[in-house]
């Protein structure tokens, strides 16, 4: 069934690329906290805190939104599609960030109150939405694009890693600031003090960790969405 094999390519991609990109990420969210000289001190092992909570969130949450993607694309278009998956997912992402974040700076506690996992839904939904479209319309575009230069055969796996990075770096150049400020509320309990730690620091406070963001996104989009698109035809034609 192609919709099933999409499902579970869209879930094993995203599932590979988080523990290829984890150590990145840990990096990225301490940068937004302005914590440089604790990124130094990190050992290998404490570069990877956190990424069970990453692993589940990417499993369950790459199943809803693929599962909702798939169909929705059918009968509407990508950018549908993409809106109301990246919808649903947000839901399921939502509280497994919370754990990582606070994971990744070593301060997690043993039962956290729901509400208080909760409370940076609005921003994560702000950053999804508008990534997931971005990204899979420009990746959808360029792959149309691409298919008129090859007409009789398979996309080169080169360019379609190339469409995933492209389309990546253009979705991780608009939701940075939305990322920095959630990761502040993450990490402080409090929109209030969340805001206040960026206002410190400045306009440069939306950009902190772009670099890291270009990266890990760039490997997410370009990696997850070949393993996505080659996982899938292998398991269509089996």
Same mark, same amino acid.
């Given at each position: 069934?192609?919709?099933?094999?999409?499902?579970?390519?869209?879930?094993?991609?995203?599932?590979?690329?988080?523990?290829?990109?984890?150590?990145?990420?840990?990096?990225?969210?301490?940068?937004?906290?302005?914590?440089?000289?604790?990124?130094? +001190?990190?050992?290998?092992? *404490?570069?990877?805190?956190?990424?069970?909570?990453? !692993?589940?969130?990417?499993?369950?949450? $790459? &199943?809803?939104?693929?599962?909702?993607?798939?169909?929705?694309?059918?009968?509407?278009?990508?950018?549908?599609?993409?809106?109301?998956?990246?919808?649903?997912?947000?839901?399921?992402?939502?509280?497994?960030?919370?754990?990582?974040?606070?994971?990744?700076?070593?301060?997690l506690k043993n039962r956290p109150k729901l509400g208080v996992m909760f409370r940076h839904y609005p921003i994560t939904l702000m950053k999804a939405v508008p990534t997931q479209i971005v990204t899979f319309s420009s990746v959808?575009?360029?792959?149309?694009?691409?298919? +008129?230069?090859?007409?009789? *055969?398979?996309?080169?796996?080169?360019?379609?890693? !190339?469409?995933?990075?492209?389309?990546? $770096? &253009?979705?991780?150049?608009?939701?940075?600031?939305?990322?920095?400020?959630?990761?502040?509320?993450?990490?402080?309990?409090?929109?209030?003090?969340?805001?206040?730690?960026?206002?410190?620091?400045?306009?440069?406070?939306?950009?902190?960790?772009?670099?890291?963001?270009?990266?890990?996104?760039?490997?997410?989009?370009?990696?997850?969405?070949?393993?996505?698109?080659?996982?899938?035809?292998?398991?269509?034609?089996?």
């Amino acid at each position: 069934d192609p919709y099933i094999a999409r499902m579970i390519s869209g879930c094993l991609g995203s599932c590979i690329i988080s523990i290829l990109a984890y150590p990145l990420d840990t990096i990225k969210t301490l940068t937004h906290l302005k914590k440089r000289n604790t990124i130094i +001190k990190l050992s290998s092992k *404490q570069l990877y805190k956190g990424i069970k909570y990453d !692993l589940m969130s990417e499993a369950i949450s $790459s &199943l809803f939104f693929f599962s909702v993607y798939e169909k929705l694309k059918e009968h509407k278009n990508v950018a549908y599609g993409a809106f109301y998956g990246a919808t649903c997912c947000s839901v399921i992402k939502t509280p497994f960030e919370y754990l990582k974040v606070h994971g990744q700076l070593n301060i997690l506690k043993n039962r956290p109150k729901l509400g208080v996992m909760f409370r940076h839904y609005p921003i994560t939904l702000m950053k999804a939405v508008p990534t997931q479209i971005v990204t899979f319309s420009s990746v959808e575009a360029m792959k149309i694009f691409f298919s +008129k230069e090859f007409p009789n *055969q398979t996309m080169p796996l080169s360019l379609t890693i !190339l469409s995933g990075f492209i389309a990546g $770096s &253009l979705s991780c150049i608009v939701n940075n600031p939305l990322d920095v400020l959630k990761t502040n509320v993450i990490a402080h309990n409090s929109f209030k003090k969340g805001i206040n730690n960026m206002v410190s620091v400045g306009v440069t406070s939306m950009y902190l960790g772009l670099r890291y963001k270009f990266l890990t996104t760039g490997m997410n989009v370009s990696i997850g969405y070949t393993i996505y698109e080659n996982i899938s035809n292998i398991l269509i034609n089996l």
